[in-house]
């Protein structure tokens, strides 16, 4: 289970930084991952990073502005949000993929995904 928290109402170019916490002991064997899903579009992917914590990577749209990192002690990924722009206004969800083969793929692909936090909403006002 997933449990994502941090969301709220932050003006253009302020900082969030998004929580999720996992339960279960094999949070630390996993990739972890950011989607997000603003109105009317198509949940995109953000970022991902793997079990141990090196190469994270991101979508373009928030590579330089957006940190993924995480605390396997804690059970815990978090995203750090800099530089925030309204178009980064949306439903930011973790997600978490249980495959070994092919993770670094499948954890940006929305339909590969074995788990995903309930969501929580960012809204940048400009």
């Known amino acids: 289970q997933l449990q994502a928290s941090g969301g709220g109402l932050v003006q253009v170019g302020g900082s969030l930084r998004l929580s999720c916490a996992a339960s279960?002991?094999?949070?630390?064997?996993?990739?972890m991952g950011w989607f997000r899903q603003a109105p009317g579009k198509e949940r995109e992917f953000v970022a991902a990073?793997?079990?141990?914590?090196?190469?994270?990577y991101y979508a373009d749209s928030v590579k330089g502005r957006f940190t993924i990192s995480r605390d396997n002690a804690k059970n815990t990924v978090y995203l750090q949000m800099n530089s925030l722009k309204p178009e980064d206004t949306a439903v930011y969800y973790c997600?978490?993929?249980?495959?070994?083969?092919?993770?670094?793929?499948?954890?940006?692909?929305?339909?590969?995904?074995?788990?995903w936090g309930q969501g929580t909403l960012v809204t940048v006002s400009s």
């Open positions: 279960g002991r094999t949070f630390s064997s996993f990739f």
């Open positions: 997600a978490q993929s249980t495959y070994y083969s092919g993770a670094y793929y499948r954890i940006q692909n929305p339909d590969e995904i074995n788990y």
């Open positions: 990073i793997s079990w141990s914590g090196g190469s994270p």
